[in-house]
DNA sequence: AAAGGACAGAACGCAACCGTTTCGTCCTGC
DNA sequence: GCAGGACGAAACGGTTGCGTTCTGTCCTTT
């Protein structure tokens, strides 16, 4: 549909708060009336098509070890971030998901149906090949594996090398081994919360 | 200056696209010559205004041990992205970043200034004081404390509790120590890129 | 007291976009 | 071959914001 790739390309071009139907329908070579009898409103149709489009799930990974199955989601991730189109379009949802519930809402859906349940599965994997303790805290796991990809692509701007996803595979598998959640480890002063 | 407040509180309600001189002045209580006259565009004022606030420095964690220095840092930055102008603004201009070059220099000032400064001291102090390898990326480490944590803030939206904190902490002090650049690990199989 | 500057506020003409309506065309099915 | 539906295009009145201009009011300086 011209029309999904216009409101991609419009989205990463001016953003979703200045995004215009007309502009959408403009470029999708169609009329307003076109956008208006399938969408009653700019955000049900941004909705909708982000919706649509994110539902492209990735393999999970199963490398036969930790390290690798976290090198191999850093790898998709880092890959489909350097699409221009998501990496333009996603800090900008992202951003107006702050002020609009219906968006957040979509953005969380669909990054519980992509990574987030690979993470959960690498997780469990791993703690069943004895890589990883039993209480190892599955959401914790996927901030540490795409947290930092994602700050360093999308926040700090820089790129994200082989070696550079090498080196953050190699630091979030010994962060996982180590943080095992409340439990407090060997040798630290800790300030009772 | 009211101004100022003015445009922060606009920027996060409505973005940095959605900003209209007008409402600025509106809510400023002053007439748009007031803000002509002191800047030429919305892009100029928007920049200079963030880039005056954006000088704020944290104090450089000195706790005596690597886990202690990041969960100070982490601390200071959760507490930074708790503050409901700068969780909304921070991710928007960020990705205005992705189309503005002035906005993203401006962003990369300040996080260059306040942020990467800090960590880089960190991991100096901690390669003098033993606690890591002397060829330790502080880049590498940057992105290891701030990218969980900006990830489980800015992005999956979900708290930051102490405890979180504290395995974030924990996480990423192990990380480091595990992650010492391009050098090959013992016991993971390969793939030469 | 007089003069000048900075200010808030209102209005200007212009442009974009809103959501709706109308119109003429093309395509499809009966 | 005719009716109905979907379509692109254009126009509608209304709103918003642009950057500029003008007016009248303070406040400061001298």
Known sequence: MAIQAAVFTELAKHG?????????????GV???AIYRRWSSKLQMVVEVVSAAAVKVMPVPDTGTLSGDIRELLDAGAQAMRHPLASQIVPDL???AAR????AETLENALRETQQGLSAVMVKNAVERGDLPADTDAEL??????GPLYWRV???????SDDYLDSLAEGATAALIAAHGPAAPPGGQEAAG
Chains 1, 2 share one sequence.
């Open 16 to 28: 979703y708060g200045r995004l215009s139907i007309e502009a959408v329908a403009r470029r999708a």
């Open 31 to 33: 009329g307003k009336t």
């Open 94 to 96: 992202l951003a107006e």
């Open 100 to 103: 609009n519930p219906d968006i």
């Open 141 to 146: 796991a996927f901030d540490m594996v795409f």
């Open 154 to 160: 999308a926040v700090t701007r820089r790129p994200a």
